[in-house]
């Protein structure tokens, strides 16, 4: 177990934690890798070069969220790729909320497309990680491009919204609806800010222009248009008859069922997205967008998370598996759950997954005596919570802000740089005004980790951490301690 001072190769304070490439797929286990700390160890491994491309599986969608805003600070340069969960329940009545599915299937494209020039950080969660996705083929075949002053067929463009999980709306206000008056097409695309309208005139796709939804005014002009789907259910002929094969094969020849009449139209169905197997054929991991390269990271509490959403999985699917009738009987559709297997990777399948990549076991606890077993390295990061300064708060005869502003000049004094990292703009200017109010007007407004080891003193920016860490070389003290 080696401690990293002498591996820092992140431009920070004096720089910040890395680790070197195993050469071969195995785990390496890092110790002491409090919040925040964590972040700075992946945003340095991908900065570096010493991985190209890391997904790293989040316990949640908050901590995903929060994982991604940190590293965007700590290495700009890092290229994220968010890939979040459904927002419903295994096997809901209804169908993942449209952007939801608009992220992920952007998500997919770029990941289907190869690597990029940027190094990438592909982040998911826990509940995401054991789904499985379409393949990449069907992703990019998916794709769609246009180009204003093209020829472009204005009923085969409709004809892809529908089957790819577009909407027909009055007005577009939302991703995934669209709307057709005449020659415009109206559309929000999966991964836009803005929706965009195309006006045709005959064969010819004349100009592509943003729009705001609110006022459906233009806003800019575009000279192409990239298209992906907003379902992961395609709706084309291919799609459906592999639907209603595996339907068949699966339940049986059965009447009346209100989800094989719509697929079987060409219909979206709310939930069909949960027999998404049948329309592919086969599903894959995530792990299948990924080069042999890459590294697969595990969040703290991440392997608890997924046996958890495993049990729940499996407790949704028993409580499907009652007879059609009695659910009939009280006047509801019934619902023929397919085999969690088709749709879900269990902890086994997980596992032969992550042994294909090296593999980042992160944890906050300290180095073990020994190597768990299937870990080749252990690696120490030296991290632990910044100081608390709850003593202060609960002292009435002390000043919480005097006690602050000892514990800063203290820390330059020491040649040290600390970082105080404020939730919000508002709350960053409050902190500087009050600092300075109590005497410490060296403090330095940063937008990025490297410029920290410029200040004459210390810096504050906006970033999202719920506690600071201290590290060899790195002192980050959060607006909650």
């Known amino acids: 177990m080696t401690p990293l001072d002498s591996e820092m190769t992140i431009a920070a304070p004096s720089g910040g934690p890395a680790v070197p490439a195993t050469g071969k797929p195995g785990a390496m286990l890092l110790a002491h890798a409090v919040e925040g700390l964590d972040a700075l160890f992946l945003a340095a491994r991908l900065s570096r070069g010493h991985a ?36 419903c329940l295994p096997y809901d009545r209804i169908s993942p909320s449209a952007g939801i599915m608009a992220e992920r299937l952007r998500a997919l494209a770029l990941l289907a497309a190869g690597p990029g020039r940027r190094r990438r950080l592909v982040l998911t969660t826990a509940n995401a990680m054991v789904q499985k996705v379409p393949p990449p083929e069907r992703v990019r075949a998916a794709h769609l491009r246009a180009r204003a002053g093209g020829r472009f067929d204005r009923d085969a463009l409709i004809a892809y919204l529908e089957r790819n999980g577009y909407h027909r709306t009055g007005a577009v206000v939302e991703a995934g609806d669209y709307a057709v008056r005449g020659g415009l097409v109206d559309v929000f695309p999966s991964g836009l800010e803005q929706p965009v309208r195309l006006d045709f005139f005959g064969a010819t796709l ?15 002009k575009l000279d192409k248009l990239e298209l992906m789907p907003v379902s992961e259910v395609l709706l084309d002929t291919g799609a459906i008859e592999s639907f209603q094969a595996g339907y068949l094969r699966q339940f049986g020849a059965v009447t009346g069922d209100p989800l094989l009449e719509a697929v079987t139209a060409g219909r979206a ?4 997205e949960h027999w998404l197997p049948l329309f592919h054929g086969d599903l894959v991991p995530l792990t299948a967008y990924l080069g042999a390269e890459a590294e697969i990271g595990l969040d703290q ?45 269990d902890a086994d399948g997980l596992e032969r997954e992550f042994q294909r990549f090296t593999r980042l076991e992160l944890s906050a606890f300290g180095p073990p005596p020994r190597p768990p077993i299937g870990v ?21 005869s002390a000043n919480l802000f005097d ?12 040649g040290e740089r ?31 980790w ?16 719920e506690r600071g860490f201290v590290a060899p070389k790195a002192r980050v003290i959060g607006e909650r301690d």
């Open 269 to 272: 169905f709310p939930g069909m």
């Open 376 to 396: 080749a390295q252990v690696r120490d990061l030296g991290g632990r919570p910044a100081r608390d300064f709850a003593a202060e708060r609960a002292d009435r």
């Open 403 to 414: 006690a602050i502003v000892a514990h800063l000049q203290a820390l330059v004094e020491a």
């Open 450 to 465: 490297s410029e920290v080891a410029q200040v004459a003193g210390a810096a504050i920016a906006v970033l999202p951490i």
């Open 52 to 87: 190209a491309t890391i997904l790293h599986v989040a316990r949640d969608g908050g901590r995903m969220s929060l994982l991604a805003g940190m590293v965007r600070f700590f290495a700009p340069e890092v290229e994220i790729v968010e890939i979040p969960a459904w927002d």
């Open 206 to 220: 004349e100009s592509i222009r943003s729009f705001d939804p609110l006022t459906q005014r233009s806003v800019a």
């Open 301 to 345: 509490q991440t392997r608890e998370a997924l046996r958890a959403r495993a049990a729940l999985i499996g407790e949704h699917y028993e409580a499907r598996l009652q007879p059609p009738q009695a659910g009939a009987s009280f006047g509801a559709t019934p619902y023929r759950p397919l085999p969690p297997e088709l749709l879900y990777l």
């Open 418 to 448: 600390p970082l105080i990292a404020a939730y919000s703009e508002g709350t960053l200017e409050r902190l500087r005004q009050v600092l300075a109010d109590h005497g410490f007007d060296r403090l330095t407004r940063v937008e990025r």
